[in-house]
């Protein structure tokens, strides 16, 4: 949920990323590794149950059929099932991130 102020009044509305899970849209997270850790918490149960949870509205919602989830990451080191990123650290849960390696020319 994003929350904003429109003249005097408080405006709350759904995220794209939300508004994609019902509506079957697809989504493009741009450097997902560089994101925190609660952010990983909210994605891997949408991508292992198909269910984001919104904790502002104590809800959960199915995933639509055709929604998918596309992310990017900058990979160092990739090898013996490890996932080195930018940051240096093993994404969460990496074996559920199919991988599709490009080396610039």
């Known amino acids: 949920m994003l929350r904003s102020l429109v003249g005097s009044e408080m405006c ?7 508004k994609a899970v019902m509506e079957g849209s697809w989504i493009v997270l741009e450097d997902v590794d560089l994101a925190s850790f609660d ?3 909210m994605l891997l149960p949408l991508m292992s149950t198909n269910k984001l949870f919104i904790a502002d509205k104590g809800i959960t919602l199915q995933a639509h059929p055709s929604f998918r989830l596309i992310a990017t990451q900058q990979i160092m080191h990739y090898g ?3 996932v080195s990123t930018k940051k240096g650290t093993t994404l969460p849960s ?3 991130w199919p991988c599709l390696l490009y080396t610039s020319p």
Request: glycine share 6%.
């Open 94 to 96: 990496a074996e559920m």
């Open 39 to 41: 952010v990983f918490t």
């Open 12 to 18: 709350i509305r759904d995220s794209p990323l939300t």
């Open 80 to 82: 013996e099932g490890s």
